[in-house]
T-cell receptor, first 111, second 113 residues
Framework: DGGITQSPKYLFRKEGQNVTLSCEQNLNHDAMYWYRQDPGQGLRLIYYSQIVNDFQKGDIAEGYSVSREKKESFPLTVTSAQKNPTAFYLC??????????FGPGTRLTVL | KQEVTQIPAALSVPEGENLVLNCSFTDSAIYNLQWFRQDPGKGLTSLLLIQSSQREQTSGRLNASLDKSSGRSTLYIAASQPGDSATYLCAVEYGGSQGNLIFGKGTKLSVKP
């Protein structure tokens, strides 16, 4: 059963902690993306990767880091430098530039 | 700055009505435009994708049109049903953007039985 999985579904973080959000896909897609969504807002691009071992910053990369060691995986780390991390995080993948397929999302809350 | 605007922000209609959702973009040099559906607390589902060379796309009760010269797209939903209730997002990809999408804030649709 092909698709994109994100874990955990809900995540709670204390101030000053780093947390890592998982994104895995078995669609054999080259490109992967991380977006952040705030209430009443559109999605904003954090980081993207077109190929293994390569990634680029999106519009709001400050306070975040990623890695792309495997084609299937694109984890996002929210660092303590991100001052307002509470949001809904969405991962997507794409086989080409014609469509993006989204995971179910992770809701991160800072306590 | 490239921006995508969706109007209205929210819409409530009775079941069975036909409706139109609007999307406008500031730069007409788009590569493609995509409409997504998002249910509360969920990820996005792609509904329709229109390439820059196309004028419209249809899927079932959905029809999306694209007018690059005016910087507008519409999503037409025929014979609305309560199950259509969701937030609809418009996203634009520009040439040279390596697949990056610019999203509007969405239109929250409520279809009343």
């Amino acid at each position: 059963d092909g698709g994109i999985t994100q874990s955990p579904k809900y995540l709670f973080r204390k101030e000053g902690q780093n947390v890592t959000l998982s994104c895995e896909q078995n669609l054999n897609h080259d490109a992967m993306y991380w977006y952040r969504q705030d209430p009443g807002q559109g999605l904003r691009l954090i980081y993207y990767s077109q190929i293994v071992n390569d990634f680029q910053k999106g519009d709001i990369a400050e306070g975040y880091s990623v890695s792309r060691e495997k084609k299937e995986s694109f984890p996002l780390t929210v660092t303590s430098a991100q001052k307002n991390p509470t949001a809904f995080y969405l991962c997507a993948s794409s086989p080409d530039r014609r469509s993006q397929y989204f995971g179910p999302g992770t809701r991160l809350t800072v306590l | 700055k490239q921006e995508v605007t969706q109007i209205p922000a929210a819409l409530s209609v009775p079941e069975g009505e036909n409706l139109v959702l609007n999307c406008s973009f500031t730069d007409s040099a788009i590569y493609n435009l995509q409409w997504f559906r998002q249910d509360p607390g969920k990820g996005l589902t792609s509904l329709l994708l229109i390439q820059s060379s196309q004028r419209e796309q249809t899927s079932g009760r959905l029809n999306a049109s694209l007018d690059k010269s005016s910087g507008r797209s519409t999503l037409y939903i025929a014979a609305s049903q309560p199950g259509d209730s969701a937030t609809y997002l418009c996203a634009v990809e520009y040439g040279g953007s390596q697949g990056n999408l610019i999203f509007g804030k969405g239109t929250k649709l409520s279809v009343k039985p």
